[in-house]
């Protein structure tokens, strides 16, 4: 499993309750740019509309960019909306968690499974400034742990 694309600052601004597994509807050459290292998941969320009568999750504000050697496409959109596959129970449970006060989905990396695009998105909490200040102390007190162990040995 290689990660194509990541969420940088989805774990720093989000508490993570829940992560689900999604398939991605993507055209060939997103495909390819995807696995290009050309996403980017920053600031893009999950979202739902209505299809054919049922409620279909989609990736809003996720920037895949043309993939040059496929030339000009038109009309195309780098951050057009994305259908995402799952199951319909678990999207019955990401709906339901999506209404919930102060819970929002949102994607934490594109990867490689055998040779398919997935998607790995979250069910997330809102972090305060004071909690994302802990866990910097946090990291810098685990980093400095490590450092002075290794000295020792």
């Not at 997330?124 to 162990?149: F, H, P, V």
């Amino acid at each position: 499993m290689a990660t194509l694309a990541l969420n940088k600052q989805a774990r720093h601004n989000y508490h993570i309750l829940e992560t689900y597994e999604a398939g991605l509807i993507l055209k060939g050459y997103e495909v390819k740019a995807v696995k290009g290292n050309q996403a980017n998941l920053k600031g893009s969320y999950i979202s739902f509309k209505k299809q054919n009568g049922n409620l279909v999750p989609f990736l809003l504000q996720a920037h895949i960019p043309l993939y040059r050697p496929a030339g000009i496409v038109e009309n195309y959109e780098a951050q057009a909306s994305r259908q995402l596959l799952l199951h319909r129970s678990e999207i019955n449970r990401l709906l339901g968690k999506s209404k919930e006060a102060g819970l929002t989905l949102i994607p934490l990396r594109i990867y490689t499974k055998h040779s398919f695009l997935k998607l790995e998105i979250a069910v997330a909490k809102g972090k305060k400034q004071a909690d994302k200040r802990e866990d910097i102390k946090k990291r810098d007190l685990d980093r400095r742990l490590r450092s002075l162990t290794k000295r020792k040995v």
